[in-house]
């Protein structure tokens, strides 16, 4: 029986070593090294190109090689060769250091770092309005820039940009949470609608006053645009709910009562508008500001107010800059919620 031939690393006087190994010791310059010495067959002209003296550069090699357990080539005085198991080695020592560059490509991108998948959250009383509009806009001046998108009441979409899930959320502000930044986009204003033929429709002025609260019609608690217009018409707690502002929209339509609804919803749905009466309010700062917000920890940060610069210079045509209100005499309480 002819004898086991010894490993490698015996033959070399590279030092065996156990597996699992640490990757603690483990540097890439080293593989820049042994890449040079692959390319170049010379010890000597790899150093000079990886800008080091020689022997510093065989001294790393052969360090490398005690790491891996066995040598990357095969030196005499006359030529340098990867050994069998140092050509597989290099190959997978390629594949590392191109990772490696994509890694700083990824770090340096453009934008200043807003770029591929952000999570980005909204309220549903605004998510299916706006965000057709927002996709459009990011599609044409950051195509660079995914989104992954969802729905949801403040609350629980604060609770998500928390813990980390979510990474920005389009919001009614003020944020009733610490712990985050906003950065205001635009104004909504709200309209009063009616069915056709309600008293309100009739009246040639729309005053906040005039709203009476038995016959206002709200979305179900944890919804902000319910305590938004709780707020606005300084209303007693209502019994007649609506699950979403889709089924509002039927209840009105079918008589039911009156609700105020965001300008961006409105304008979405122009079909109903021949059953629902829609109309504007003497009141300019009856509506909503709509808000881009982060998490104050978040590395971003600059990042994320260059875009909401951009959303805010291109806000949707049936909303307002939100400098162009005057907040000087807000509209009673004004409150934030889901």
């Known amino acids: 029986m002819p004898p086991i031939p010894p490993p490698e690393s015996a033959l070399s006087g590279a030092p065996p070593t156990d597996h699992p190994r640490s990757l603690a010791g483990l540097s890439l310059r080293d593989l820049e090294y042994a890449q040079a010495v692959a390319a170049l067959r010379h010890f000597g002209r790899a150093a000079e190109r990886c800008g080091v003296s020689q022997p510093a550069l065989s001294e790393q090699i052969r360090k490398l090689e005690a790491i891996l357990g066995t040598p990357l080539f095969e030196r005499t005085k006359r030529r340098v060769a990867p050994t069998p198991t140092g050509a597989a080695l290099l190959a997978q020592i390629e594949r590392v250091m191109q990772e490696a560059r994509h890694l700083l490509t990824l770090s340096h991108g453009p934008h200043d770092g807003v770029s591929g998948e952000i999570a980005l959250g909204a309220i549903e009383t605004l998510g299916p309005y706006y965000l057709p509009f927002l996709l459009r806009l990011l599609r044409q001046e950051r195509p660079d820039l995914s989104l992954r998108l969802t729905e949801g009441r403040t609350a629980r979409l604060i609770d998500r940009l928390l813990d980390g899930s979510l990474d920005l959320l389009l919001l009614a ?25 309600h008293a309100l429709a009739t009246l040639p002025i729309l005053s906040l006053d005039e709203l009476p609260a038995d016959d206002l019609l709200l979305l179900e608690d944890g919804h902000c645009l319910r305590d938004q217009a709780l707020s606005l018409c300084d209303a007693k707690p209502v019994t007649r709910h609506a699950t979403s502002l889709e089924t509002l929209w039927q209840m009105i339509a079918a008589g039911e009562g009156y609700s105020l609804l965001p300008a961006l919803a409105v304008a979405a749905r122009p079909e109903l508008q021949e059953l629902v009466c829609c109309r504007k309010l003497n009141d300019d700062a009856a509506g909503r500001e709509i808000g881009l917000v982060w998490r104050r920890s978040d590395p971003r940060t600059p990042s994320f107010r260059t875009l909401a610069t951009l959303l805010a210079a291109q806000r949707p045509p049936a909303t307002h800059h939100a400098a162009a209100i005057d907040r000087a005499a807000p509209p009673r309480r004004r409150r934030s919620g889901g």
């Open 173 to 197: 502000l003020p944020v009733p949470r610490p712990g985050l930044i906003a950065a205001p986009l635009f104004f909504e204003r709200f309209l009063l609608a009616t069915p056709p033929g």
